[in-house]
C-alpha cells in the first residue's frame, strides 16, 4: 500500500531553519506530483508548497515564498520542504500529500496523505 512517511518535524525557536522529509513507498513516485501542506490549531489545511513529477514546476503560497524551498529526489522517492526564518505563524501539523500527475499543472487534489509531522516554533 501507499505510504508517505513525513520527518524532521520538531521545536525550534524563531529565526531558525528546518528542513522536512517526506518518504514515499507504494507507489512510482515519478508519476505523481507532490505537495506539503499544513494545519495549524483551529485552522483549516492549507497548502504551502508543490512541485511537479520532475521539479520543473514549483508553486508556494505567499506566506511562505522566499523563505521555503521544496524539492524531490526520483531516485529516493523522497520530497522535502526547507524553511527558514521561522516564526511562531509557522507552528502546524506539516503534510506531505501525493497526487497522479495526469491532467494538468497544478493539481487540485492529492489522493494520498501521510500522517504528519509537527512543527513548533517558539518566540
Known amino acids: 500500500q501507499v505510504q508517505l512517511v513525513e520527518s524532521g518535524g520538531g521545536l525550534v525557536q524563531a529565526g531558525a531553519s528546518l528542513r522536512l522529509s517526506c518518504a514515499a513507498s507504494g507507489l512510482t513516485f515519478s508519476r505523481y506530483h507532490m505537495a506539503w501542506f499544513r494545519q495549524a490549531p483551529g485552522k483549516e489545511r492549507d497548502i504551502v508548497a508543490a512541485i511537479n513529477w520532475n521539479g520543473g514546476s514549483i508553486l508556494y503560497a505567499a506566506s511562505v515564498k522566499g523563505r521555503t524551498t521544496i524539492s524531490r529526489d526520483n531516485a529516493k522517492n523522497t520530497v522535502y520542504l526547507q524553511m527558514h526564518s521561522l516564526s511562531p505563524d509557522d507552528t502546524a501539523v506539516y503534510y506531505c500529500?501525493?497526487?497522479?500527475?495526469?491532467?494538468?499543472?497544478?493539481?487540485?487534489?492529492?489522493?494520498?496523505w501521510g500522517q504528519g509531522t509537527q512543527v513548533t516554533v517558539s518566540s
Open positions: 500529500a501525493a497526487g497522479y500527475r495526469g491532467g494538468s499543472w497544478p493539481i487540485s487534489s492529492y489522493a494520498y
